[in-house]
């Protein structure tokens, strides 16, 4: 039994190490765009109209690489796990609501909301749980712990 257990805990961490170097991919990807407003137009499909929209997106672009390498750090780091995850659930949250709720995106808009259907897909479960145990300690904390 204690064999299994240990296998079932080694395979978890498998998973939790993959989903966050394939969040990490997807993240880091977008980061090329700080390089210029070439890199953006060939990433996105869309025209950078004039130098602040060019600003605008290539900070986008070194901020998409901050986040992104969070997790490969988090990958092999896991008491920075549930942040990460917090992040990446965020990160691809707010897209997805963006586009519903803006719609009529590109095909190059169309390719990221695969990646990140797929990244939400993997999640393994121990990620979720991570999340909700992580949080409802925190909560518990903040809620009771007075000293």
Known sequence: ???????????AANLTTIFLLVVAIIHLLPGAGFASAERIKSLYEIEIADQNLEILMRHRAALFAII?????????TPSVQPI?????????????YLTIAVGGYSSAIR??????IIA????????????????ARALFKIGFDRS
């Open 111 to 116: 390719k990221i909301v695969v990646a990140d």
């Open 84 to 96: 990460a995850f917090v992040v990446a659930f965020v990160s691809i949250g707010s897209f997805f």
């Open 1 to 11: 039994m204690a064999n299994q257990t240990t296998l079932g805990v080694v395979m």
């Open 120 to 135: 939400s897909t993997i999640t393994p479960n121990r990620c979720r749980n991570l999340i909700a145990d992580k949080f």
């Open 68 to 76: 992104g390498g969070l997790f490969p750090y988090a990958a092999f």
